[in-house]
């Protein structure tokens, strides 16, 4: 067994100028292709005992953004309300598409934060983003959740600007009818985990695997992120998107099976899989538990490429393992 070595391709920051053709592609609805230039997590604190701003940040044209927001409300606590939402405090219209994962609260974290991944890369894959307009000086409602206590409630949510002046971005905790409370939720140095922005939000890498060979592993959630903002870094890489392109070799003269597998490493976690757009997904896995998620056949002396997509799971223990075995 032993661990491969991929490459690793980060996607550069693109600014285009739309001057001219912007009002064009608003009315027919069509999004620029610009690589996600930041990933914003608010996970911190995660366990409420307080309401108020949990999260902020500017949202400027053509700098696309994904927000992953993880929180829950605390032992025996009230009900709370978590909103995140965009607000446009220019007098001018903006322009925005969106991808929103976000699945009902719940008490089961890791089965809620497996729905939200499951959802959001089901409806990145299909491209599904809806177009949303946003008068002067209004608000524009991402998500909205009543937590009762002991709740979890976390998605994703992707954004990208077309038109208009920068936007505030915020996620918040307020009481049940009551306003909005515009101070900043305590901060516990000693709460292991992370708020802030990280510059990648996306991962691509290249893999090769020679049928006959040892075993090999792709370790996803291991890359720890730095952060831009004063605060943690981000351990598991929660939000992140993996996307890969595998490819098999088959030496031999006869046809020839290569399977991969999904295994957990020093804690339990669930998984979500697309393998040449194909969904698998695994609900509790134990660590170190080895379950087999597809098999392709390769014919005599022939290649065949995977692609491959994936994100760490909010509630599982990442990183994991991704094990790819040749038939003998």
């Not at 292709?33 to 005992?49: C, G, N, Q, R």
């Not at 890369?121 to 177009?131: D, H, W």
């Not at 090769?208 to 996803?220: C, F, K, M, N, T």
Request: with cysteine.
């Amino acid at each position: 067994m032993k661990k491969l070595i991929f490459f690793l391709f980060l996607t550069p920051l693109v600014f285009i100028s739309f001057a001219a053709a912007a009002p064009k592609i608003i009315l027919q609805q069509k999004v620029p292709k610009i690589p996600t230039a930041f990933l914003l997590f608010s996970d911190h604190p995660e366990v409420l005992y307080q309401n108020g701003l949990l999260f902020s940040a500017g949202i400027i044209p053509l700098r696309p953004v994904r927000l992953n927001y993880y929180h829950q409300d605390g032992k025996g606590q009230p009900e709370r309300m978590l909103l995140v939402y965009l607000e446009n405090l220019h007098s001018i219209p903006a322009v925005i598409s969106y991808i929103k994962a976000s699945p009902p609260s719940s008490d089961s974290i890791m089965e809620t934060g497996h729905k939200a991944t499951r959802q959001f890369l089901e409806k990145y894959s299909a491209k599904l983003q809806k177009i949303a307009n946003i008068p002067p000086l209004h608000i524009k409602v991402l998500s909205k959740r009543i937590l009762k206590q002991n709740q979890l409630d976390t998605g994703f949510i992707q954004i990208q600007e077309l038109k208009g002046s920068p936007l505030l971005l915020v996620v918040e905790s307020q009481k049940l009818n009551q306003p909005v409370q515009r101070t900043y939720v305590k901060q516990y140095s000693n709460d292991p985990h992370a708020k802030g922005g990280y510059t990648l939000p996306h991962l691509f890498f290249s893999a090769a695997y020679r049928i006959g060979d040892p075993e090999e592993i792709v370790s996803l959630g291991d890359l720890p992120l730095p952060n831009l903002l004063p605060g943690k870094p981000l351990k598991g890489c929660y939000g992140m998107i993996w996307e890969g392109r595998i490819q098999i070799f088959n030496p031999y003269s006869s046809t020839k099976t290569v399977s991969f597998w999904f295994e957990p490493r020093g804690g339990s976690a669930t998984g979500t899989f697309f393998l040449n757009h194909k969904l698998f997904t695994f609900h509790y896995t134990a660590p170190y538990q080895k379950k087999m998620i597809e098999t392709f056949r390769l014919k005599p002396e022939s290649c065949k490429t995977i692609h491959f997509l994936s994100m760490p799971e909010g509630g599982s223990s990442y990183p994991v393992d991704f094990l790819i075995r040749g038939e003998n």
